[in-house]
């Protein structure tokens, strides 16, 4: 595509990666030397890529996208919140991803992947810790194989949803900021959840809770310290939460 320039060059390196964020960020026409691998982790990201004309296509969390070494691709933010990780590798690296003859690839992540992207999300990118889980995320892509693409990516959001209240119970998980992290709107993300999830999401995190508490209070600690600790605001709460999951109170997860 004419007009298009080199963006990076991995040169001699194994691998490397960017974290980039905000609603204004954009890139025009550009190639790179070596495979890309485009994971975006909030909002929305636009997609055109050379070959399949000037349409965008949408790519949200949960979801990734392969383009090899050579390929004429723009990227730009489709929502304010946007965030995306990128991670550069060779042609040969990631060969093995692309159907035959095929330039680029998009489709659900690994499952095994999500925790792990999960957790990098709450580190800032210049952290040590912050590289060392790049690597790991780079070592777990490699040892899996996307799954096969599929014509509803509904189940590949609502997995990654649910990874990320898996990650982290006790945080506070309303559904504007769920719908806002995943680019999609709150009766959207409701409804896919319940379909591909089977129960609410509300229910789900209940749930998520329910468990942590159980495990807390097997090991010793009081019905307070488990409440406090997986972001219920009081025992009694706690109390009914056990009481629609479980059937039965708190204390008889202590007890065995």
């Not at 945080?171 to 993300?189: E, N, Q, T, W």
């Not at 089977?198 to 209940?206: A, C, H, K, T, Y």
């Amino acid at each position: 595509m004419l007009g298009q320039g080199m963006a990076f060059s991995l040169g001699d390196a194994d691998w490397a990666a960017t974290d980039a964020r905000g609603g204004d960020y954009a890139m025009d026409w550009h190639t790179h030397d070596c495979a890309m691998l485009l994971l975006p982790r909030t909002g929305v990201m636009r997609v055109a890529l050379e070959g399949i004309g000037r349409t965008e296509h949408d790519l949200r969390p949960g979801e990734g996208l392969i383009v090899t070494a050579g390929v004429g691709h723009r990227t730009r933010a489709g929502s304010r919140d946007h965030r995306h990780l990128a991670f550069y590798l060779s042609r040969a690296r990631l060969a093995a991803w692309l159907p035959r003859g095929a330039d680029w690839r998009s489709g659900p992540l690994p499952g095994p992947l999500l925790p792990l992207l999960a957790y990098r999300d709450g580190l800032a990118a210049g952290e040590e810790r912050a590289g060392l889980t790049d690597r790991l995320i780079v070592a777990e892509f490699l040892s899996h194989a996307m799954p096969p693409l599929a014509r509803d990516h509904g189940a590949a959001l609502v997995r990654a949803v649910a990874a990320h209240l898996s990650a982290d119970p006790a945080a506070r998980h309303d559904l504007d900021g769920l719908a806002a992290r995943f680019g999609v709107s709150r009766r959207h993300l409701t409804r896919l959840f319940r379909r591909h999830a089977g129960e609410g999401i509300s229910d789900f995190l209940q749930r998520l809770r329910v468990n942590a508490a159980a495990g807390r209070l097997a090991a010793g600690a009081g019905v307070l310290e488990a409440a406090g600790a997986v972001g219920v605001a009081s025992p009694s709460h706690l109390a009914r939460m056990f009481r629609r999951q479980t059937g039965h109170a708190p204390g008889k997860a202590r007890s065995g």
